[in-house]
Nanobody
Framework: QVQLVESGGGLVQAGGSLRLSCAAS????????MGWFRQAPGKEREFVAT????????YYADSVKGRFTISRDNAKNTVYLQMNSLKPEDTAVYYC????????????????WGQGTQVTVSS
C-alpha cells in the first residue's frame, strides 16, 4: 500500500504562487499516473490536474489551465503542482492520488489518497 503526503500549502495573496509536493512511500509510483484534486468547504472534491506515468501526458481542469503545472520526479517518487496567478477561488484542500489506470479526470479511477494540504488565497 502506498502512502501519500502532500505539503507546500499555505496562505498566499491573490496573484501569488505556491508549489505543492506529493511524496509517496511504501511503493514506487513511477509506473502510475497521478492526479491532483481539491475540495473547497461545502463543495465536492474536484479534479485539478493529472499526469501520466512518464510525464508525457497531462490534463488540466479548465479553471486552472495556463496557471497550474503538474510535474513529477520518479527518481524521488514525488509529484508536484506549481500554482501561479492564484485566485481566491483556488482556496481549498488539495489532495494527490494514484490512478488505477491511465491519466484521467475521473475521481473514481483513483485510489490511495493523501491527507491533503490547505491552500488559502486572500483577496
Amino acid at each position: 500500500q502506498v502512502q501519500l503526503v502532500e505539503s507546500g500549502g499555505g496562505l498566499v495573496q491573490a496573484g501569488g504562487s505556491l508549489r505543492l509536493s506529493c511524496a509517496a512511500s511504501g511503493r514506487t509510483i513511477r509506473t502510475y499516473a497521478m492526479g491532483w484534486f481539491r475540495q473547497a468547504p461545502g463543495k465536492e472534491r474536484e479534479f485539478v490536474a493529472t499526469i501520466s506515468w512518464n510525464g508525457g501526458i497531462t490534463y488540466y481542469a479548465d479553471s486552472v489551465k495556463g496557471r497550474f503545472t503538474i510535474s513529477r520526479d520518479n527518481a524521488k517518487n514525488t509529484v508536484y503542482l506549481q500554482m501561479n496567478s492564484l485566485k481566491p477561488e483556488d482556496t481549498a484542500v488539495y489532495y494527490c492520488a494514484v490512478a488505477t489506470s491511465t491519466a484521467t479526470i475521473r475521481r473514481g479511477e483513483y485510489d490511495s489518497w493523501g491527507q491533503g494540504t490547505q491552500v488559502t488565497v486572500s483577496s
